[in-house]
């Protein structure tokens, strides 16, 4: 991929900056360095590499979802300041 400056204005007007011709022409010369370091990864062999989507084996572990005992509800709003309805009463936040 070559990096002229048709795809420097594009991307100037992608991300809404305007770069002076200096700018211009270091990025030119920055992306067509990360591009070719990237390209490197076309020389490896991952003939009989397994496709992977995490370097780690990892698993989620989660918890079985059980249903269980809740906690008092008097307990709770017993030092609320302000309660209505067994509920915590909170100010107004949308009119």
Request: proline share 3%.
């Amino acid at each position: 991929m070559t990096i002229d400056n048709k795809l420097i204005e594009y991307l100037e007007e992608l991300s809404r900056l305007r770069l002076t011709e200096e700018e211009k022409e270091k990025a030119k010369a920055d992306l067509s360095s990360i591009i070719n370091y990237v390209d490197k990864l076309n020389e490896l062999d991952t003939e009989n590499t397994e496709a992977m989507s995490h370097p780690f084996d990892y698993t989620n572990n989660f918890r079985k979802d059980e249903a269980g005992s809740s906690f008092d509800r008097e307990l709770i709003l017993m030092n609320a300041p302000q309660k209505k309805n067994g509920c915590f009463r909170v100010p107004k936040t949308v009119e």
